[in-house]
Each structure stands twice: as structure tokens, then as C-alpha cells.
């Protein structure tokens, strides 16, 4: 049944006022107009809310009731609107923020600063995602922005390149290549490996060494969900893991941290999906490439490492 929102209003006004002539005044249209919508109105419900004489106006029994109910109705319209326009205004003024453990590492600070300071009325909604999830929340779409680390299934999703960590593998204490200084992919094929708990196929296979092995399946003996379990698991000898340059700052007892010195590096990049683009999102990553190119000191740290340092930064 197709009923106006203006039609209702109409008829409140009469129903209010008792006459059309003022119910007119007050609306500011024509009492000709007034009247032919609250016909209108009646015709559609099949319904007679008003008796008319020539000096009278009068709600019907059914009118009366229809006005009770339409007061709370538009009332809880009206609610509905404000809520809404509510939830969209907050919508604007909010940005979700993705990443997993680490996000852009000492680089997340000062991109966060800056947006801050560029954006003092917008609030970041930082969400941390686990292995299980290696786009951060770009795949779902539940993010804005991500901070990211590639490679991961990334169909329909941009990248700016912030830096790029070396590798290094997570060793048990005793294992035979634990004192060593580095060690090459190669040397690393017959271990037991521990992978990630996701079904990106992409993230598995860079993670596993899959291009070293002629075809052959890593052998995966267990799979974990964070860094932390990751750690665990090796200092009880479950497997070694390969990661990256920035696990040497959570120092774990019975594990050994190697670097990997014949794999391209892990890239951290600002990650966003092109059909969710906003000005907002161009904002952030302007930011971002902007505070990149403006800290080369902390980029040079991050991509070229002390492995002697095992301080953790305060903020991580």
C-alpha cells in the first residue's frame, strides 16, 4: 500500500486544526490540494477518517484511531532517521585500521601521528587480526585500510610499499644450525616446518618455501595462529618457522633467531580495497607515504637490522 509520508502529515494537521482552511494555512499549500491528498489517502487505506459537512469537520471512529497510532508511528519514524544519519555521521568521521601483530612496526607510530594531526575529528578503529587472516581484513572487507604483509590473495586490493624486512628463521636452541650466522633456504627444506593457520593459499605457500621445493609439499607438522605460538612451539622442538627480522625484539628462551640471507624480503605495505576507496583512505595513505619517505633513518633500520639488538620497542 503505497502511503506518503506526506499524506500522513496532512492528515495530521487536519485531523489537528478540524478544518481544512486552517490545516492549509498551516501547511502553507492550497485547501484544494490539502484535500484532494487526504482523499487520496482515504482511497488507498479503503478507509473514511474524516465526515465533512459544510461547516463541520469531524474524525471518524476509525480516524481517531488511525491518528493514536500514526502519532507514535512517525514518532518512531522520525527516531528511526535521526538514528541513522547518526550512525553515517559516525561512519564519516571513523576509520578502521587493520593489521596483524607488529602492524608497520616503529613506522606505526608516526603514521598514526600524522593522520592525527591531519585528521584531529576523525577516530582510528584499530583491528588486530590473527594468521588466520593475512589481509588484515581487507579480504571481508570489514577494514578501511590495512597495514599488511605480502604476499596474500589480494584480488581487488592496492598496495603502498612501506619497507621490506628481512627473513629469518626461528630455530630450537639445540638444533644443528642454532650457532650459525645465516643460513640459505635450501638448508631449511627438510625441516619440520610449522605454518600458519589460514587457507590463503599464497601466504602458505611464501611462508613454506613452495618455490624451492620442485613441487614437492613442505612438511607442515603443525599450524599456529600468532607469532607468540609460533615461539612456543619451537622452544619445545616442535618445528622451526620462518619469519621475519622484527621477531628478534620478543627474545624467547630455547629459541635461536637466523637470518636467511638468499630470500627476498617480507614487504609491509599500506593495503586497501580499490571498490571501498574514499577520501579518507586517500588521506591515510598519502600519510603514510609521506611519513615513509620522511623517517629514511627508521626505514633503513627496519630493512637492514642489528640482529645484536633484542630491544623491545615500548610501543609494540
Avoid at 541513522?84 to 602492524?103: F, I, K
Avoid at 630450537?172 to 610449522?194: C, F, K, S, Y
Amino acid at each position: 500500500m503505497e502511503v506518503h509520508t506526506r499524506q500522513l502529515q496532512y492528515f495530521i494537521a487536519v485531523a489537528e486544526e478540524l478544518s481544512f482552511t486552517r490545516a492549509a494555512q498551516r501547511l502553507h499549500v492550497s485547501q484544494q490540494g490539502l484535500s484532494t491528498q487526504i482523499k487520496q489517502l482515504e482511497h488507498t487505506m479503503n478507509v473514511v477518517l474524516f465526515s465533512r459537512t459544510t461547516r463541520l469537520v469531524e474524525l471518524t471512529a476509525a480516524g481517531t484511531v488511525f491518528l493514536q497510532d500514526l502519532r507514535g508511528a512517525l514518532t518512531s519514524l522520525d527516531a528511526a532517521v535521526d538514528r541513522a544519519r547518526s550512525v553515517h555521521r559516525g561512519e564519516q568521521d571513523r576509520l578502521v585500521l587493520g593489521a596483524l601483530e607488529g602492524a608497520a612496526l616503529t613506522l606505526t607510530e608516526p603514521i598514526l601521528d600524522a593522520f592525527r594531526k591531519r585528521h584531529p575529528g576523525i577516530s582510528v578503529e584499530l583491528r588486530h587480526f590473527t594468521y588466520e587472516d593475512p589481509s588484515a581484513g581487507l579480504t571481508t572487507g570489514s577494514v578501511d585500510v590495512a597495514f599488511t604483509r605480502r604476499p596474500f590473495l589480494d584480488d581487488g586490493v592496492r598496495f603502498e610499499l612501506l619497507f621490506a624486512e628481512p627473513l629469518i628463521v626461528l630455530l630450537p636452541a639445540g638444533h644443528r644450525l642454532a650457532n650459525r650466522t645465516a643460513v640459505q633456504a635450501r638448508e631449511l627444506l627438510d625441516e619440520p616446518i610449522l605454518g600458519a593457520k589460514t587457507t590463503d593459499p599464497v601466504w602458505n605457500a611464501f611462508w613454506e618455501l613452495a618455490d624451492h621445493r620442485d613441487g614437492r609439499p613442505a612438511p607442515v607438522v603443525s599450524r599456529s595462529n600468532s607469532l607468540l605460538e609460533e615461539l612456543h612451539k619451537v622452544a619445545t622442538g616442535v618445528g622451526v618457522v620462518l619469519s621475519v627480522a622484527c621477531a628478534r625484539w620478543i627474545p624467547f628462551p630455547g629459541v635461536r633467531m637466523v637470518p636467511v640471507v638468499d630470500l627476498p624480503p617480507n614487504e609491509v605495505a599500506v593495503g586497501w580495497r580499490v571498490a571501498q576507496e574514499s577520501a579518507l583512505v586517500r588521506s591515510f595513505v598519502g600519510v603514510a607515504r609521506t611519513t615513509r619517505d620522511a623517517h629514511p633513518e627508521l626505514i633503513a633500520q627496519l630493512q637492514k637490522p642489528d640482529f645484536a639488538d633484542c630491544t623491545v620497542p615500548p610501543h609494540l
